[in-house]
């Protein structure tokens, strides 16, 4: 559903088109409309096409609005399935420590990217284990203590 390709990029296009058409959406579309709904400071950027896809500054931060979407839509999909569990455990442990919902994701999705982007550079896979021994760092790092 939620993938760094060519279909979900289009899927993105056209759902931001259906938006701001008012159109009606459901199933996989409402999906990625909530997770559009998230940023509108990338609402203009959409029409544009693939120059949407470059990286660019975005309220101080360099940012590449498809791969944010798409990292958003991983954790909501992970989020949604439970799985990984550590995952639904993490946002409500940096919540209760203070943390908003939408910072707390953004550093679950960082960890998530971080992850997904150094295995795809060293030619190796997504390191589950150490996704979930991250995220446990993180709330400690946060004011949790390690079980």
């Known amino acids: 559903m939620f993938a760094f390709d060519k279909e979900t990029q289009e899927r993105i296009f056209y759902v931001a088109e259906a938006r701001a058409d008012g159109k009606e959406l459901e199933g996989v579309?409402?999906?990625?409309?909530k997770v559009l709904d998230l940023h509108?400071?990338?609402?203009?950027?959409?029409?544009?096409?693939?120059v949407a896809l470059i990286a660019r500054p975005i309220d101080g931060q360099i940012v590449n609005p498809f791969v944010h979407v798409v990292l958003h839509g991983i954790i909501s999909v992970q989020l949604r399935n439970d799985n990984p569990v550590f995952v639904a455990e993490t946002l409500m442990r940096l919540k209760e420590n203070g943390?908003?919902?939408h910072e707390a994701l953004h550093a679950v999705m960082g960890t998530y990217g971080d992850l997904h982007f150094r295995g795809i550079r060293?030619?190796?896979?997504?390191?589950?284990?150490?996704?979930?021994?991250?995220?446990l760092q993180m709330m400690v790092d946060n004011g949790e203590k390690a079980d």
């Open 99 to 101: 943390a908003e919902e």
């Open 29 to 33: 579309e409402l999906e990625v409309a």
């Open 40 to 50: 509108p400071e990338f609402d203009d950027l959409w029409p544009q096409g693939d």
């Open 122 to 135: 060293q030619g190796g896979q997504f390191d589950l284990l150490e996704y979930e021994s991250l995220l």
